[in-house]
T-cell receptor, first 115, second 113 residues
Framework: AQTVTQSQPEMSVQEAETVTLSCTYD???????LFWYKQPPSRQMILVIR??????QNATENRFSVNFQKAAKSFSLKISDSQLGDTAMYFCAFMKLDGTYKYIFGTGTRLKVLA | DSGVTQTPKHLITATGQRVTLRCSPR?????VYWYQQSLDQGLQFLIQ???????AKGNILERFSAQQFPDLHSELNLSSLELGDSALYFCASSVSGTSYEQYFGPGTRLTVT
């Protein structure tokens, strides 16, 4: 069974600085998708970025980028120029392409951006 | 706004009771997923429906059941409630079984007292 591990329960970063959140996963699959979701205090789940395993190029979305290391089964999220609005729980999610497309989530990293 | 709606927003009930949570997917989305998020935990997959049919099951308790109706809305039924069932229940939808992005509703917070 697939597992997703986020080893940093909490992190903090100064406003305008850069922070990297870690995620590792375990799978024997070759094709899958990886996602980072943000959950602010409102509890809404917001998609931050996604990565297709067959793509070597790392995904980027404005200030958010990933470092996808397929062989190492690592999928870290880098947030540049951190803003107060980035304060949230961040969840890494794995999706196997098995016809169900359900997500397997990590336990999350609570990120606090300090003014 | 993801376009996925969930009702009610909050629900407070007593142990042993039964509740129904409702989810309306985005217009055109055929797949509905239910997830449970206990306090400060990650989301756990419960069950998926695709166009009215059950597609996948996660660690869903036997006391829980779900269905998807012809208009594609879905209901999650929780019975014989226990204190440990207190959680945030999310519904998500996607266009089809081959869509890789799920859109999440705002969740229903269930408190069992």
């Amino acid at each position: 069974a697939q597992t997703v591990t986020q080893s940093q329960p909490e992190m903090s970063v100064q406003e305008a600085e850069t922070v990297t959140l870690s995620c590792t996963y375990d799978t024997s699959e070759n094709n899958y998708y990886l996602f980072w979701y943000k959950q602010p205090p409102s509890r809404q789940m917001i998609l931050v970025i996604r990565q297709e395993a067959y793509k070597q190029q790392n995904a980027t979305e404005n200030r958010f980028s990933v470092n996808f290391q397929k062989a190492a089964k690592s999928f870290s999220l880098k947030i540049s120029d951190s803003q107060l609005g980035d304060t949230a729980m961040y969840f890494c999610a794995f999706m196997k392409l098995d016809g169900t497309y359900k997500y397997i989530f990590g336990t999350g990293t609570r990120l606090k951006v300090l003014a | 706004d993801s376009g996925v709606t969930q009702t009610p927003k909050h629900l407070i009930t007593a142990t042993g009771q039964r509740v129904t949570l409702r989810c309306s997917p985005r217009s055109g989305d055929l797949s509905v997923y239910w997830y449970q998020q206990s306090l400060d935990q990650g989301l756990q997959f419960l069950i998926q429906y695709y166009n009215g049919e059950e597609r996948a099951k996660g660690n869903i308790l036997e006391r829980f059941s779900a269905q998807q109706f012809p208009d594609l809305h879905s209901e999650l039924n929780l019975s014989s409630l226990e204190l440990g069932d207190s959680a945030l229940y999310f519904c998500a939808s996607s266009v089809s079984g081959t869509s890789y992005e799920q859109y999440f509703g705002p969740g229903t917070r269930l408190t069992v007292t």
